[in-house]
């Protein structure tokens, strides 16, 4: 799944401005889909020199002119041919997994702090998304439904192990200290 396949998918729904992609980006997509906001400018632009959205401006009195994107039959068949393609493998970048496979080089305090810090993200995470479940859920479609549910259970399931190995982690820092006196 590249960028403008997501950018394409949502204007399949309705006409956008790059701000409005921008706040489902952040507002949506945050547990599923890392897009910065750098990449949905150049995206549009390429997307628009393809043939596969159109532009139009949007007068505006006392503000800035607006510009909309809508998506061109072109767009359509190159959206289509994506959600006919193959599901790719799932990409995970997690700097907390990666601090926790090398934190046999740090210490046992800097360990614990980084999964209590992880579990307080995890548990926001969760309450924004369970936050945005009940906004939403009069208009959420099925599909819609099961990406939100997943990322819920997906940080539950996190929050809940790293619990408890955080008791393991305090529970081996006891006995340590214990065998030193």
Do not use: C
């Not at 702090?113 to 993200?121: A, P, S």
């Amino acid at each position: 799944m590249k960028g403008r396949d997501v950018v394409l998918g949502l204007l399949m729904e309705k006409e956008l401005s790059g701000y409005d992609i921008k706040m489902v980006f952040e507002e949506i997509f945050t547990h599923f889909f890392d897009g910065s906001f750098g990449m949905i400018y150049p995206t549009l632009r390429q997307l628009e020199k393809d043939g596969k959205i159109r532009k139009e401006v949007v007068m505006q009195d006392g503000k800035p002119n607006k510009k909309m994107f809508f998506i061109t039959d072109e767009g359509r068949k190159e959206f289509q041919q994506y959600l006919q393609s193959d599901v790719e493998k799932e990409v995970l970048r997690s700097d907390f997994l990666m601090r926790m496979y090398f934190g046999k080089y740090s210490d046992v305090s800097t360990i614990q702090k980084w999964m209590e810090e992880e579990i307080k993200r995890k548990e926001a995470d969760i309450e924004d998304l369970l936050s945005k479940y009940e906004t939403w859920k009069k208009g959420i479609t099925f599909e819609e439904e099961v990406s939100l549910e997943i990322g819920i259970a997906t940080y539950t399931a996190e929050v809940e192990t790293l619990k408890k190995k955080l008791t393991q982690l305090k529970k081996k820092m006891r006995l340590s200290s214990k065998i030193i006196l």
